[in-house]
Nanobody
Framework: QVQLVESGGGLVQAGDPLRLSCAASGRTFSGYAVGWFRQTPGKGREFVAAIMWSGGSSTYADSVKGRFTISRDIAKNILYLQMNSLKPEDTAVYYC???????????????????WGQGTQVTVSS
């Protein structure tokens, strides 16, 4: 079973950039949809962005379009989330998740993913 480890979270000011990474151990991401979700206290996990590892098709939540970019380094088997123009409302614990799928586009529902990392905290101060 793939194990996911997120990193790169931290405390930044509004408008700053931040890049999150998600590394997999145990197997490669090949054949998987890989996504980023976020969660704040008292709320469910919210879709942020996802990408099909092999084909590269990606999708974004409307709230992050134009500010966040999901990408992957196939050789290193690492998923990234480049976050620009961060806002206080982006503050959350960010998780990466995967699922094996033959879809052409990645799913956006948290329940569609079956492997999750432990999360990394992103805090954006105003």
């Amino acid at each position: 079973q793939v194990q996911l480890v997120e990193s790169g979270g931290g405390l930044v000011q509004a408008g700053d950039p931040l890049r999150l990474s998600c590394a997999a151990s145990g197997r490669t991401f090949s054949g998987y949809a890989v996504g980023w979700f976020r969660q704040t206290p008292g709320k469910g996990r919210e879709f942020v962005a996802a990408i099909m590892w092999s084909g590269g098709s990606s999708t974004y939540a409307d709230s992050v379009k134009g500010r966040f970019t999901i990408s992957r380094d196939i050789a290193k088997n690492i998923l990234y989330l480049q976050m620009n123009s961060l806002k206080p409302e982006d503050t959350a614990v960010y998780y990466c998740a995967t699922r094996l799928t033959s879809r052409l586009t990645p799913p956006t529902l948290p329940g569609s993913y079956d492997s999750w990392g432990q999360g990394t905290q992103v805090t954006v101060s105003s």
